[in-house]
């Protein structure tokens, strides 16, 4: 069944829309180096950030090198201070995603693609934008650091 597009406050684009986008995004060449995190035989990379009128596109792969498969608990977003004082709360602020689709498995050749959409935010120097990848009864967790700088190099979404 065709369901109708569903609409987003404050975003220019529709569930439709967003879902087009993202699978454009799966088959794009990854831009972005250093943005990772390895650990207990698991890769977890952002390849690449894209700009869409008001929405912000996350692409991540993750990888599963070991013979235990990886079964994806939850994937949380935060903004997050980079320095903690010593004896204050640390301030995260978590974020929910517009969009998330999810294509492969972490065991397959190429891994798992995760596109994940966002209303456009920047966040200050003193911060980072937190991606944590929790294991389904496990404790291989990764997350990945985000700064300002890295995330000013969004590229547009052409078409």
Do not use: C
């Amino acid at each position: 069944p065709l369901y109708a597009p569903v609409h987003f406050n404050g975003v220019s684009l529709n569930s439709g829309e967003l879902e087009d986008y993202a699978t454009s995004i799966k088959g794009m060449l990854p831009f972005l180096h250093g943005v990772r995190d390895n650990n207990n035989d698991i890769s977890f990379r952002l390849t690449g950030i894209y700009i869409k009128y008001d929405v912000l596109f996350f692409s991540y792969t993750i990888h599963n090198t070991s013979s235990i498969p990886f079964d994806v608990a939850s994937l949380r977003f935060f903004i997050r201070d980079k320095k903690k004082a010593k004896r204050t709360a640390e301030q995260d602020n978590e974020t929910e995603p517009l969009f998330s689709k999810t294509w492969g498995k972490p065991e397959d050749d190429l891994g798992q693609t995760v596109v994940v959409a966002f209303p456009k935010f920047t966040i200050a120097d003193s911060k980072n934008f937190v991606t944590e990848l929790m294991e389904k009864s496990g404790d291989r967790n990764v997350s990945l650091k985000l700064s300002q700088r890295k995330l000013l190099k969004a590229k547009p979404i052409i078409h």
